[in-house]
């Protein structure tokens, strides 16, 4: 044993523990020293408000189309006068077969409540003419007798007014104004005479709702 030692062993307990204490006290206090202001840690961040007036963008799907607003214009008929359809027609003189104007295009059918035009009729078509008829007497057809061709509402007014349901002896040059079973109006300008089989024109159709 040696001398320090053998002073320690005669002394009280209590005396140990003071010395402890004592040492525990100068570690605290210069860990104090150490310690600066600026080593404090930094203040929280201040929290982010979101306004309600601020507009949120909406996440879209890929691939998903647009919703498209529905208009009235989208489902109101045309308007009265435009054109519905223009072309050549060929008109077969076959029995129980007329032409449907109010199709687009316009198309030969055996249903006699669709048909506005037959070429023929009781008497076939001759060499450089014939008649055009309406088998179910639905549409109006009335030769034109003024100077040109007319528009929508000329045409309409003598269909209207001076029409029926067959016109005589057509040849080429033959101007025919149509108010059809639907209601629309068909100008026909004859361009050929086929020998037993019908005729052609060029035609124009406009939309004329009732």
């Known amino acids: 044993m040696t001398d320090s030692a053998a002073k320690w062993h005669g002394r009280p307990w209590w005396q140990f523990v003071g010395v ?3 040492a525990a006290a100068l570690v ?6 150490v310690a600066t202001p600026g080593d404090s840690p930094p203040p929280l961040a201040a929290p982010v ?3 309600a007036a601020t507009p ?10 647009a919703a498209v607003p529905v208009t009235s214009a989208a489902t ?9 359809w223009q072309g050549p027609i060929t ?14 295009p316009p198309r030969s059918t055996t249903v006699d409540e669709e048909g506005d035009v037959h070429a023929g009729g009781v008497n076939a078509m001759e060499e450089t003419q014939g ?6 007497q639905g549409s109006r057809i009335a030769e034109w007798t003024g100077d040109g061709r007319p528009e929508f ?9 001076g029409g029926s349901t067959e016109v005589t002896d057509v040849h080429r040059g033959t101007v025919l104004c149509v108010a059809t079973d639907k209601g629309n109006v068909a100008r026909l300008t004859i361009t050929r005479v086929i020998k037993f089989k019908g005729f052609e024109a060029d035609a124009v159709v406009w939309n004329a709702p009732r």
């Open 20 to 22: 402890l204490l004592a």
């Open 28 to 33: 605290v206090a210069i860990l104090q020293l």
């Open 49 to 51: 408000s979101v306004s």
């Open 56 to 65: 949120v963008a909406s996440a879209s799907v890929p691939g998903t189309p």
């Open 76 to 84: 109101s008929a045309p308007p009265e006068g435009t054109v519905r």
């Open 91 to 104: 008109f077969r003189a076959e029995f129980d077969t007329s032409t449907d104007l109010d199709k687009v």
């Open 131 to 136: 008649p055009v008829t309406d088998y179910d």
């Open 153 to 161: 509402a000329a045409c309409r007014d003598r269909a209207l007014a």
